[in-house]
């Protein structure tokens, strides 16, 4: 993004606040409802019109905001931390949190001669996709709602959190309490006692392990291919997480969680469920952007 576009000064509150423009439409609200029932309580605090949290970048610990100002059409970015040198690499993150570098001329235009598609359009336009904003964090987020609702994962990771004991500290807004922990802390954490299964336990361990390992890599500069043979070469990773975590958490927009619950109840008929075939064979008609169908086909 241009540099013209980011304006550096200091709100009320003494943190800096950047600008981010985008183009319209782009509803906000609508991200900010996919994002409150996934909101780790600790770590995010969501609002009608507001996302906050906390984060680490290197040995720099802060915490964000993310308020929309429609009149003149850019996300207000309020960040709070010691060292400004993590402020390009938040910005362009949260930029890509938002998905407002996306140009949905071509993904619009095919998806409204979709019949089904279209129903999930909101006034001919796809909904942006929510990506998170910290990897690993969301992977496991992803190993935890494996077969389970949202609002169940949410709660055990934030358990996870939680148990971590990683505090954020006094001068943090009030809710912003901890940070999530990452690979090499998780590794020492005992798991138990907070209603995560044995398997469940052992592939979140896995798993941290193998990115310390570097047996994959949770980096979006790799083709799809390369990301499903070695995330999918761990126990315990299945078809559905990988495509779930290549979709929100590095934002590959041609992946497809085929056998996620949502996409099989848009595509059932008078009762009759898709096979994976049927499912995939519809699901050819909407390359390369079979990320932002699966989110059309849950709003339908």
């Not at 987020?141 to 994962?153: D, E, F, M, N, Y």
């Not at 896995?206 to 999918?232: H, M, W, Y």
């Not at 975590?245 to 848009?266: C, E, H």
Request: charged share 25%; aromatic share 10%.
């Amino acid at each position: 993004m241009a540099e013209k576009e980011i304006i550096n000064k200091k709100s009320e509150s003494n943190n800096t606040k950047l600008i981010l423009k985008y183009k319209n439409p782009f509803n906000f609200r609508q991200m900010l409802d996919f994002m409150k029932p996934r909101a780790m309580d600790g770590l995010e605090i969501v609002t009608d019109n507001s996302y906050a949290r906390t984060f680490r970048i290197d040995k720099t610990k802060g915490f964000f905001f993310v308020r929309n100002n429609s009149m003149q059409s850019v996300l207000e970015l309020e960040i709070g931390c010691q060292d400004i040198k993590c402020h390009m690499q938040i910005h362009n993150r949260v930029r890509k949190m938002f998905d407002l570098d996306t140009d949905f001329t071509n993904i619009n235009q095919k998806f409204l001669k979709d019949k089904l598609l279209s129903k999930g359009m909101e006034n001919g336009h796809v909904p942006r996709l929510p990506i998170a904003f910290e990897s690993f964090e969301f992977v496991v987020r992803a190993i935890l709602g494996q077969q389970i609702s949202v609002k169940a994962a949410t709660t055990l990771a934030a358990r996870i959190a939680r148990k971590a004991q990683l505090k954020s500290g006094n001068d943090f807004p009030s809710g912003l309490d901890c940070f999530f922990p990452d690979p090499s802390e998780l590794l020492e954490l005992e798991l138990g006692g907070i209603g995560i299964t044995k398997t469940r336990q052992e592939t979140i361990k896995t798993v941290a392990r193998g990115i310390l390992d570097k047996d994959f890599r949770l980096t979006a500069n790799q083709d799809f291919e390369t990301f499903q043979k070695d995330f999918s070469a761990l126990k315990g990773i299945g078809d559905w997480t990988v495509n779930y975590v290549a979709m929100r958490g590095l934002g590959m927009i041609d992946s497809f969680p085929f056998s996620d619950l949502g996409i099989i109840k848009s595509l059932t008929k008078n009762g009759v469920k898709p096979t994976k075939k049927q499912t995939m064979t519809v699901a050819e008609n909407w390359r390369p952007y079979r990320a932002y169908a699966t989110l059309c086909l849950w709003n339908t």
